[in-house]
């Protein structure tokens, strides 16, 4: 293989750029706590018979980036209320959507169906490539539409999120997992490659998706190393970048770890 220095120039002109702009955004997260942020009230609209939810940012960012978040249940984004991430966000020009599909489990026909809410994001001008969060089993969610739609994801991000058919969905949520994929269960275990996202992961990984996620190492009610973590080795080996925070002796819960997690507000803001 030929070396040339220019070459070599151009590769420490691209690190330098990716660094400083990591440094600039670590800089300004306690200048962005310190800006009062305007009142910013949810726009709910119709999409094919389900409440969509959007929390537009009052200062959109180049492009109109958005933040897809899951599960999006009663018509609430409950994101919205963590006032560390929600803050960070709209300052960042990032907004915040979800779509009300209500107890989905990522099959076909419910990803079509949030098919349909990103393409009503897209008619109104916000980026073609969202940002997605599945928080439990938004995980689910949105990794079943990622890995369907992998030239549409600019990154994905993970709190304690279910990532694993065989895990969570049909071990403790048994009805509504057939119910969604309107399958017996024998014949849906049978096909698991096909539906479960850890088994997927070629397309995002060719479109050098990021990931991050946060979880904690003493989760029961899903399992870090039938989850994240498997969802991490997989998709290392197909060639893709993820990141992780595990949390050490904490599971399944609401508290600071999860939700004023510095390193996902890091993530998502230095992403380009």
């Not at 989905?104 to 990803?111: D, H, Q, T």
Request: proline share 7%; aromatic share 12%.
């Amino acid at each position: 293989m030929e070396f040339r220095t220019e070459d070599c120039a151009d590769h420490v002109h691209s690190f330098a750029m990716r660094f400083i702009t990591l440094i600039t955004t670590l800089l300004a997260l306690p200048l962005l706590a310190q800006e009062p942020l305007p009142k910013v009230k949810a726009e709910v609209f119709d999409v094919s018979s389900h409440k969509a939810v959007l929390y537009a940012a009052p200062k959109p960012a180049d492009g109109k980036p958005w933040l897809w978040y899951a599960p999006t249940l009663n018509g609430g984004v409950s994101l919205a209320g963590r006032k560390m991430y929600f803050e960070a966000f709209m300052k960042a020009g990032i907004s915040l959507a979800g779509f009300d599909l209500g107890e989905v489990r990522g099959s076909p026909a419910s990803s079509a169906k949030f098919t349909l809410f990103y393409d009503a994001m897209v008619k109104r001008d916000f980026s073609t490539k969202p940002i997605l969060l599945g928080q439990s089993r938004g995980g689910m969610m949105t990794l079943a539409w990622a890995f369907r739609n992998p030239d549409k994801v600019k990154a994905w991000v993970g709190i304690y999120p279910v990532c694993n058919l065989a895990s969570w969905p049909l071990k403790n949520s048994k009805k509504d997992t057939l119910a969604d994929y309107a399958l017996p269960e024998a014949e849906l275990v049978a096909r698991l490659k096909e539906f479960n996202p850890i088994d997927n992961l070629a397309g995002l990984a060719a479109n050098k998706v990021p990931m991050f996620a946060v979880h904690g190492d003493s989760d029961v009610v899903v399992p870090y190393d039938l989850n994240t973590q498997l969802l991490k080795e997989r998709y290392e080996a197909a060639g893709g970048s993820f990141s992780v925070k595990i949390v050490p002796g904490e599971g399944h819960k609401v508290g600071p770890s999860f939700f004023e997690c510095r390193e996902l507000v890091e993530f998502v803001l230095a992403l380009p």
